[in-house]
């Protein structure tokens, strides 16, 4: 508990920080009440020959209001970012079911044939523009020739069939984009649509996170878009 000290002879009056046990082994604070208490008692015992400066009373006033304020203003806080996360957690439960466009080169087909979808971030116009599928093994199953591409999202659609038209298995595959840029053969960056599952609240740092099938998790901050 922080205390007014009346100091030895003098009436000069000082903060203490300090605080003490009670029966259930915690620690009270001193309330604004418990603060003027103090002060009103201290200054009814004070020396008549060597009263308080003024000065110094009003320095402790501000120390204890500012103390004070900034306690309440971090409970306000702390409040106000639990609710915003459980705000946030139930806009993100709408999403269950749905799409959710993720940068990154892994896709999952939940189903035979269900095929997966996406988009090539093209920084620059790309001729002989490829899109490889490849399955677990690293083997390519499925190429897109996509020809030139202007600057833009490029979106793809994979059907989920191999060269051949025979149905793919469910499982993750890998998307990989390439084209030429100035002459010059370039990897492009991928984003592609996953499932949503189920949606968890994680801890403060970590937000609301989104569970995708195939058994992967991100937070809802990596999404580029909803709705695939």
Do not use: C
């Not at 009814?44 to 500012?66: E, G, H």
């Not at 409040?79 to 139930?90: D, E, G, K, R, V």
């Not at 939940?110 to 399955?135: F, M, P, R, W, Y």
């Amino acid at each position: 508990m922080d205390t007014l000290i009346k100091n030895g002879l003098n009436s000069d009056l000082y903060w203490q920080p300090e605080t003490v046990p009670v029966a259930d082994e915690s620690n009270q604070n001193l309330s604004q009440e418990d603060f003027f208490s103090l002060l009103t008692e201290q200054l009814a015992n004070q020396d008549p020959s060597k009263p308080v400066d003024n000065d110094q009373m009003v320095a402790q006033m501000t120390s204890f209001t500012m103390a004070d304020g900034i306690s309440q203003l971090n409970e306000k806080f702390e409040t106000f970012a639990t609710s915003m996360t459980s705000n946030q957690a139930l806009q993100a439960s709408s999403l269950i079911g749905q799409q959710v466009l993720l940068q990154g080169d892994v896709a999952h087909m939940a189903s035979e044939g269900q095929g997966v979808s996406g988009v090539v971030i093209n920084d620059s116009t790309t001729l002989n523009t490829k899109i490889t599928i490849e399955n677990e093994s690293g083997s390519i199953v499925k190429t897109l020739d996509i020809g030139t591409q202007p600057v833009g999202n490029i979106q793809f659609n994979w059907d989920g069939k191999d060269a051949a038209g025979n149905l793919m298995p469910p499982g993750n595959y890998v998307v990989k984009a390439q084209g030429n840029v100035s002459g010059e053969p370039q990897q492009l960056v991928t984003a592609v649509n996953r499932h949503v599952d189920s949606v968890s609240l994680a801890g403060s740092s970590q937000g609301v996170i989104l569970n995708l099938d195939g058994d992967v998790s991100v937070k809802l901050d990596d999404v580029i878009q909803l709705g695939g």
